[in-house]
């Protein structure tokens, strides 16, 4: 202790003093104040045992974030197989659908033709011998039959168009300007 009171550490070396003869005849003593040197030791210490935690929180950290990313990275992998199993089911949905509209508009547009064509041979030959009500039912059935036959041709190159195209973008549009222009 100093003379204050306060504690204070020291380094002491003690070297002996010997004659002739070798025999140890005094000791000398060599004392010296380590106070600040022991206190920046100790704080030393306690930084390096701070670092070495967050050295170890930093690893723990890190060996976690890898964790995540790794299973992120799997989830990814998942994720983008099965969307791309999923775009692989639409286009063979999508041309399934671009079939069966296909065979669909065929075989709807066959006994229309055979259907039309008898109504324009009756309208070209046999109006005559036809009542005015029943002339009145076959114009109305020719415009009838005609109009279906012209939506079964718009289905058929629909499908038409989506087989080479692939894809047909809807856009709104005002009908009465349409109307206009091609009357």
Not at 54 to 82: C, D, F, G, V
Not at 159 to 183: C, M, Y
């Given at each position: 202790?100093?003379?204050?009171?306060?504690?204070?550490?020291e380094e002491q070396r003690?070297?002996?003093v010997?004659?002739?003869?070798?025999?140890?005849?005094?000791?000398?003593?060599?004392?010296q104040d380590i106070t600040t040197r022991r206190e920046?030791?100790?704080?030393?210490?306690?930084?390096?045992?701070?670092?070495?935690?967050?050295?170890?929180?930093s690893e723990r950290l890190a060996n976690l974030?890898?964790?995540?990313?790794?299973?992120?990275?799997?989830?990814?992998?998942?994720?983008?197989?099965?969307?791309?199993?999923a775009n692989e089911q639409l286009k063979e949905v999508d041309n399934l659908k671009?079939?069966?509209?296909?065979?669909?508009?065929?075989?709807?547009?066959?006994?229309?033709?055979s259907i039309l064509a008898s109504i324009n041979l009756l309208e070209a030959e046999g109006f005559e011998n036809l009542r005015p009500d029943q002339k009145e039912l076959l114009g109305i059935l020719g415009e009838s039959i005609r109009s279906s036959y012209s939506m079964i041709e718009n289905l058929v190159n629909y499908a038409s168009f989506v087989r080479?195209?692939?894809?047909?973008?809807?856009?709104?549009?005002?009908?009465?300007?349409?109307?206009n222009r091609i009357l």
């Amino acid at each position: 202790r100093r003379k204050n009171g306060s504690i204070y550490y020291e380094e002491q070396r003690i070297a002996p003093v010997r004659n002739d003869d070798g025999q140890i005849t005094h000791l000398i003593a060599i004392k010296q104040d380590i106070t600040t040197r022991r206190e920046a030791e100790i704080q030393l210490h306690q930084t390096n045992l701070l670092l070495q935690s967050q050295l170890s929180e930093s690893e723990r950290l890190a060996n976690l974030l890898n964790q995540a990313n790794h299973q992120l990275e799997i989830k990814i992998q998942e994720r983008s197989a099965e969307l791309a199993k999923a775009n692989e089911q639409l286009k063979e949905v999508d041309n399934l659908k671009s079939a069966f509209i296909g065979v669909i508009s065929h075989e709807l547009r066959t006994p229309f033709t055979s259907i039309l064509a008898s109504i324009n041979l009756l309208e070209a030959e046999g109006f005559e011998n036809l009542r005015p009500d029943q002339k009145e039912l076959l114009g109305i059935l020719g415009e009838s039959i005609r109009s279906s036959y012209s939506m079964i041709e718009n289905l058929v190159n629909y499908a038409s168009f989506v087989r080479k195209q692939g894809v047909l973008n809807r856009n709104h549009a005002d009908i009465s300007s349409v109307a206009n222009r091609i009357l």
